[in-house]
């Protein structure tokens, strides 16, 4: 190639780590206080819809850093059991990804939202919970739903199926930029997830929405006692000045229980 015409490589995107500390606060978080938080700042759809975890409604609440997997459709003369040899090699990269994940990582899979194969299963998913990882998500099928589902780490899926990755699916890059149910994930990302959702938080964002949950979750604690008791919407939800003012006085008394 001539040397005029070669390209200049760009830089890589800085990648933020988002401290344990951080996490933390997240995890605490409502995912409906944190969507609306990220409206505010302009990120309309956050959450990874149509996704449901195999521990239904008794699943952990958490947050941690995405670690992404892309997959790309599967070739006949390259995904082969054969593939999957007891060496890490180049066209077996989930077991790679696997043994790359760090404690307080998310695992992330792009499936391009076909169940049609397992993203992966209940012997993989059991190896990245002993390696610290806080959940699996795909917007894809998992396999082995039962077992997994009795284990203690959020398992998040469109659907379960018993078909192997090798039929559809090949791993195809690790820690890059993904599509999961329509929603970007970079690495490093925030992933929380509750009962309800999961949803991304960009990474540079992370502290400042902890603090704003943090205080909207405290807000609307004591709105829902209000709505409770009786109060009508207009002025109190969502909360006038007054209302907000009335609020930081109930703090103030210690959070007296409102009859």
């Not at 919970?129 to 396999?143: E, N, Q, S």
């Not at 002025?235 to 006038?240: A, I, K, N, Q, R």
Request: aromatic share 6%; charged share 20%.
């Amino acid at each position: 190639m001539n040397p005029a015409t070669t390209p200049t490589p760009l830089p890589a995107r800085e990648r933020i780590h988002v401290s344990d500390a951080a996490l933390q606060r997240l995890a605490r978080a409502s995912s409906g206080s944190l969507t609306t938080q990220l409206y505010k700042k302009g990120f309309r759809q956050p959450v990874l819809v149509g996704l449901k975890p195999l521990q239904g409604a008794s699943v952990q609440r958490f947050a941690g850093r995405a670690f992404t997997m892309r997959f790309i459709p599967a070739r006949e003369d390259i995904d082969t059991y054969d593939t999957l040899t007891t060496t890490p090699n180049a066209d077996n990269l989930q077991w790679v990804g696997v043994e790359q994940t760090q404690a307080g990582d998310v695992m992330v899979i792009d499936s391009r939202g076909d169940a049609s194969a397992a993203s992966m299963g209940h012997m993989l998913v059991t190896r990245l919970m002993k390696r610290g990882v806080r959940a699996v998500v795909t917007d894809g099928a998992l396999r082995d739903g039962r077992e997994i589902a009795q284990l203690p780490i959020p398992a998040w899926c469109a659907g379960v199926t018993a078909t192997t990755r090798l039929s559809f699916h090949h791993v195809a890059d690790l820690q890059v930029p993904i599509a999961c149910a329509g929603v970007a994930v970079y690495p490093g990302d925030v992933i929380h997830g509750d009962a309800d959702n999961i949803t991304v938080v960009p990474a540079a964002l992370a502290v400042e929405m902890a603090a704003l949950c943090e205080l909207q979750d405290d807000l609307e604690s004591y709105l829902a006692m209000r709505v409770q008791r009786g109060e009508a919407l207009w002025g109190l939800y969502p909360p006038s000045d007054v209302t907000r003012a009335e609020h930081k006085a109930w703090v103030a008394a210690g959070r007296p229980k409102l009859d």
